[in-house]
């Protein structure tokens, strides 16, 4: 280790074989999982199609009945617990 000549071919050695661990470590779990990836895009592709059909838009979508006037009382009371007093001097902010 002394020897500078042996030095530098051993550290660039250990480098190369360190850097390619590394890389595999990276590639590993993209390897393991690439066929559950491509699984789960071809089923999102399939869905995506189906979303996209004239015949399921037509089925799941909900009827829109515009005869029928809104009514405010369909809508909840205020909360009397959530109302905060006012008071009779102005707000600084």
Do not use: Y
């Not at 838009?57 to 905060?84: E, V």
């Amino acid at each position: 280790m002394a020897d500078s000549k042996k030095l530098a071919p051993w550290l660039d050695q250990r480098f190369e074989n360190m850097a390619q661990a590394r890389q595999k470590r990276f590639e590993q779990p993209i390897e393991k999982h690439e066929a559950k990836k491509e699984a789960a895009r071809h089923k999102i592709e399939q869905l995506s199609a189906l979303l996209n059909t004239k015949n399921h838009k037509l089925k799941h979508q909900a009827p829109i009945n515009s005869s029928r006037p809104r009514n405010l009382t369909s809508f909840p009371a205020p909360n009397p617990q959530t109302k905060h007093p006012t008071s009779d001097t102005p707000s600084p902010l």
